[in-house]
């Protein structure tokens, strides 16, 4: 069972930035950050596999940066530009199965975080 716990939201201005931080509490092969709006379903944002593969979704493409510290057993999103419609609950998910990208749906994923809050003033 591996446990994760997300730090790092937070509430900022539009343009702003924000770095979301992901601990796990052992091996993981793929993480995801996934966000949720009041009212719409849960969705993909990034994900990386253990080598560093990475693959995004369209609305982040060039603002948000995942990446991952495997000797920390830490993933990151680091989001900039921020926009009033980045506003969510952003939660982390971990699979350790082959396979590892944006569009796997929630239910591909073994082990989720908490979640933590973002919210974007314009």
């Known amino acids: 069972q591996v446990q994760l716990v997300e730090s790092g939201g937070g509430s900022v201005q539009a343009g702003g930035s924000l770095r979301l931080s992901c601990a796990a509490s052992?091996?993981?092969?793929?993480m995801g950050w996934f966000r949720q709006a009041p009212g719409k379903e849960r969705e993909g944002v990034a994900s990386?596999?253990?080598?560093?593969?990475?693959s995004y979704a369209d609305s982040v493409k060039g603002r948000f940066t995942i990446s991952r510290d495997n000797a920390k057993s830490t993933l990151y999103l680091q989001m900039n530009s921020l926009k009033s419609e980045d506003t969510a609950m952003y939660s982390c998910?971990?699979?350790?199965?082959?396979?590892?990208?944006?569009?796997?749906?929630?239910?591909?994923?073994?082990?989720w975080g908490q979640g933590t809050q973002v919210t974007v003033s314009s």
């Open positions: 052992g091996y993981t092969y793929c």
């Open positions: 990386i596999d253990y080598y560093g593969s990475t």
């Open positions: 998910a971990a699979r350790n199965a082959r396979g590892c990208a944006v569009n796997l749906p929630t239910s591909a994923y073994n082990y």
